[in-house]
Every structure is written in structure tokens, then in C-alpha cells.
């Protein structure tokens, strides 16, 4: 029975929990209503943040929790990046669903612990129809294994440990690495982000175990190359075990030869992992191209919900070919828990057991919430419409006589500024326009008109837009040409003041 008497300090009477709740929703729907109109950010300093937030300790005291709520909101709405915004397309970050966001509220509010079965009934039966529709989605079949986590780099360790434990000739778990029979190598091009030099270096195999595949002309992985260094490397006595092919890179949206990928680590018994985080949702599209629908060959796939399905961060997801794989490389059973097999018999799953996690959190449910409101054809359109948009900038800057159009892979294009009075050439040429853009990329970002990042192509830095944003329109792409020009521009003048 519940104390009268107590009154703990972080509870909310249901009444004042109703208030501040409807009230904090209003402002999530003004701030929606009105994002597009807004800057995308402030631009503001670490030191300016730092002074909003105040430097003094945490009081003894507490506050009252209405005041608090609206001043965090007002706070984080004026300070924030939002990534929401039409003219976000920087880095690779979806635009968030509405309905994922109040998801997260839902899954925060119920708390379900989707480590283990006993633990999260409805959350983790959820869970595992998310990974079977997301695998379905993409092309994967769908009796695969898989298992929500953070992000991408999550998704992509947590098949790389199951790739070592399955292929490593020895009980890796076991006995760790010190086996002394050969060194294990990973395969991936040039253009393979970063995660695998984490992956390499946090799990034991050191960053000389990454060997780094030349790309061809579209920086796609040249799998001539990749097969003669699988067989020099065997030769050598050293132990190669998995082959990473990228399906949409994160700087251009290159995708790797897929089927021939799986081609080799067939004939030279490898596991073939592919880095999906961005690109492998575009595989839904009927007019996807074979390299990218070959993913479907893969012993592994890492997708990222909270990049091209919208989900809000952080949603991650590994699928797995033969699911015995993940309860190979994770599981373990300490005595302290006591989770026994289901009334009718079933072996429920317990999702400790599956990846790196113990405690784990209700992801899956924006991104079941996101699948179940668009559906697949939903999901089709807005995918399709942000690779035609982002078609329709990489033309517009290719038209522009001071742009460089660079690349056009999926939903990333690249170009950059070019002065039109520009008299250098060769390596002095080449400089002059790297620092150009570097600055231009920083002033833009400030600005906040709209967010760019970048991308280095073949030692030329250039702007990169990355589309994985349903809110954006061809009038906000349209103008990017003009107001990359325009900054260009002022920030030529500001040097030749200087
Ligand atoms: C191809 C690729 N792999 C992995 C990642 C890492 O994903 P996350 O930032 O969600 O960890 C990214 C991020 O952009 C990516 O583009």
C-alpha cells in the first residue's frame, strides 16, 4: 500500500502531470507549426550555451516543475539545431516523425526493460516484428535474427562481433585473440566510414587489421582489388573473415558492387556484411538499382531508423541471415536471472542475450509506430521524392556557372563554389578553393539559412547535401544554388578586404 505519508520529490500528482504534459505538447506543435519559419540555429558558442545554463552547482533544493519544463523548452527550442528543419541536410540525420516523437513519450512513459521477455512482453514481441518488417522492407529475408540499438556504428559492431565469432577458426570468446595462429582481417573500401576503425581498434584486431580496398571512379569498392588482397592475405597465413560492402556511402552515396561482393566472400568463405545505415531503405524501391537490392545476399545488414525512416534518434538495427549468430557472439546466462520458458512452451526471446545491451530501452516502438503510419508505399513516396529533390539540386548547381556539381548518389549531391573571376590554376587553384570551401561550409552552417556539410573527393573539399528529410520542398532546393553563391561571394570580399 502506498505511504500517505511520503511524498517523493520527483513525483507528479496525475493532475499537474496532465497539465504540464498537455501544455508541453501546444509548444511541440507551435514549434512544429512555425519550424520553417525559424532559423535553423543559432549558431550560438559553447561559452554562450554555457552562460544560458549558469555555472553554479546543483542546488539542494528543488524546482517547481512547471517553471522548469518551460524554461527547458523555450531553452532547448532557441538554442537547439534542429534537424527537423526543410532545409536540414547535413551529415546524415532523418527529419523526426511526429508520431515517433510522441512514440518515445509512450515507451518512456510504460519503461518496458527489452533485455529480457519477462521484462517487456508487448516490447520485445514489437521489437522483433520491427526487425522482421524492416529486413522485409529492404529486401532481407525476414525470417532473419536482428536487434534494435543505438545507431549506426552499434548496428554495424554488433554484426562485426558476430562475423568474428563465427568465423574465427578458434573459441574466440574463449580464448580472445591471443590465439596466435594469424592475424584477422576485415575488408572495406576507402570510402567505408568510420565505425570499422573503432570497430578494429575497440575490439582487440588493431587498425592495421582493416585493409583498406581501392575505390574506382564512383568510389565504389573495385573488387578486382578487394579478391587480390583476400588471396595475398591467405597466402600470408593471415585470416581474413569479413568483407564490409557500403550500400550508400556516407560521403557521396556511392554503393558498392554488392553482388560481387557476395560473389568473393562465397568463394573464400568470408562473411559479407553490409554497411546499410544510410542507403539500404532506398532497396524498397522498385527502380533500386541490382547492386543495391544484392544487399539481400548478406550475411549481415546494419540499417539506421533514425537516417531515412525518420525515426527520431537514436534507432539503430543489426539483422542478422542466420539468427543463431547473435545468441553465439553475445549470450550468456548468469544465475542471477531467473527467465524461464514461456506457458506454452516457447523459448521467449530475451534480448540481453542478442547484442551488447542488458537494460535496454523501447526503440523499437518509433519505428514500428513510423512503418505502421506511412506504410511501405508511404515510405516509397518520401524516399523517392527526397532522391528527386536532391536530383533537382545537384542540376540547379550544375546549371549555376559559379558551382561545381561534384556527385549525385542516392539522396546526397555534391558541389562546391568557384569564384567566377578566379585566375589560379594547378595545386595553387585547388588549395585556394579548399580553404574557399571549408569556409564557406563553416559561414553557411553558422548562418543557419540552411545546414550543409561536407565531403573531401579525391583531395577536392566540396558542399554535400544529404536528403533524408520529408519536410523539404523543390522551392527550398531550388534556392540553394544563389544563396551558396551569395555567401561565397561575401566571404571573397571579407578575404579581399582582409
Ligand atoms: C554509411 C554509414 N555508416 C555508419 C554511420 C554511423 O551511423 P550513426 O551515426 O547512426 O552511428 C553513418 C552515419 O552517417 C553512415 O553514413
Redesign the pocket.
Known amino acids: 500500500m502506498t505511504d500517505p505519508t511520503r511524498h517523493a520529490p520527483l513525483d507528479l500528482p496525475p493532475d499537474e502531470f496532465r497539465k504540464l504534459g498537455h501544455d508541453l505538447v501546444e509548444r511541440i506543435a507551435a514549434h512544429l507549426e512555425t519550424l520553417a519559419e525559424r532559423p535553423l540555429t543559432a549558431g550560438d558558442p559553447p561559452s554562450a550555451i554555457r552562460e544560458l545554463l549558469g555555472n553554479s552547482a546543483l542546488s539542494s533544493g528543488g524546482s517547481d516543475p512547471a517553471k522548469l519544463l518551460d524554461e527547458t523548452a523555450r531553452l532547448l527550442f532557441e538554442h537547439s539545431l534542429s534537424n527537423g528543419h526543410p532545409k536540414f541536410w547535413g551529415?546524415?540525420?532523418g527529419s523526426p516523425a511526429p508520431l515517433g516523437m510522441l512514440g518515445d513519450l509512450l515507451a518512456s512513459a510504460v519503461n518496458p526493460n527489452v533485455g529480457a521477455y519477462v521484462l517487456s512482453p508487448v516490447a520485445t514481441e514489437l521489437e522483433k516484428q520491427t526487425v522482421r518488417w524492416i529486413a522485409d522492407f529492404i529486401g532481407f529475408p525476414a525470417a532473419c535474427g536482428g536487434i534494435m540499438v543505438?545507431?549506426?556504428?552499434?548496428?554495424?559492431m554488433v554484426a562485426f562481433l558476430a562475423a568474428r565469432k563465427a568465423k574465427a577458426p578458434w573459441d574466440i570468446r574463449k580464448q580472445g585473440l591471443r590465439n596466435g595462429t594469424g592475424q584477422l582481417l576485415a575488408y572495406a573500401s576507402r570510402e567505408?566510414?568510420t565505425?570499422i576503425q573503432k570497430a578494429a581498434d575497440l575490439f582487440g584486431l588493431g587498425l592495421d587489421a582493416v585493409r583498406w580496398i581501392e575505390t574506382d571512379d564512383r568510389l565504389r569498392m573495385n573488387t578486382a582489388a578487394l579478391e587480390r588482397a583476400i588471396v595475398a592475405d591467405r597466402a600470408a597465413g593471415h585470416l581474413p573473415f569479413i568483407v564490409v560492402g557500403?550500400a550508400?556511402?556516407?560521403s557521396t552515396g556511392a554503393i558498392d558492387p554488392l553482388g560481387e561482393v557476395a560473389a568473393i566472400c562465397k568463394r573464400h568463405d568470408l562473411w559479407f556484411h553490409v554497411?546499410?545505415?544510410?542507403?539500404a531503405p532506398a532497396a524498397v524501391l522498385p527502380e533500386a538499382s541490382p547492386d543495391l537490392k544484392a544487399l539481400s545476399l548478406a550475411d549481415s545488414v546494419?540499417v539506421?531508423p533514425?537516417?531515412w525512416l525518420y525515426a527520431p534518434l537514436?534507432a539503430?538495427c543489426t539483422l542478422v541471415r542466420n539468427s543463431a549468430h547473435l545468441a553465439d557472439a553475445f549470450s550468456f546466462h548468469p544465475a542471477y536471472y531467473h527467465f524461464s520458458d514461456s506457458d506454452d512452451g516457447e523459448k521467449p526471446t530475451n534480448f540481453h542475450e542478442l547484442g551488447l545491451q542488458n537494460s535496454r530501452g523501447f526503440r523499437a516502438l518509433k519505428v514500428w509506430l513510423g512503418l505502421r503510419q506511412a506504410g511501405r508505399d508511404g515510405y516509397i513516396q518520401m524516399i523517392r521524392d527526397d532522391i528527386a529533390l536532391t536530383e533537382a539540386m545537384y542540376r540547379a548547381a550544375e546549371a549555376h556557372p559559379e558551382l561545381e556539381a561534384f556527385t549525385l548518389g542516392l539522396s546526397i549531391a555534391t558541389f562546391r563554389y568557384v569564384p567566377a573571376d578566379l585566375t589560379l590554376t594547378g595545386p595553387e587553384r585547388e588549395q585556394y578553393l579548399n580553404d574557399l570551401n571549408s569556409a564557406l561550409v563553416t559561414r553557411l552552417q553558422a548562418d543557419g539559412e540552411f545546414f550543409v556539410s561536407n565531403a573531401v573527393i579525391n583531395g577536392s573539399y566540396v558542399l554535400r547535401a544529404c536528403i533524408v528529410n520529408f519536410r523539404t520542398s523543390l522551392a527550398d532546393v531550388e534556392a540553394v544554388p544563389e544563396m551558396v553563391v551569395r555567401t561565397g561571394r561575401s566571404l571573397m570580399e571579407e578575404i579581399a578586404v582582409r
Open positions: 551529415y546524415i540525420t543505438s545507431g549506426g556504428n552499434m548496428a554495424n567505408t566510414h565505425w557500403t550508400g556511402s556516407v554497411d546499410g545505415a544510410y542507403g546494419a539506421d533514425h537516417k537514436e539503430g
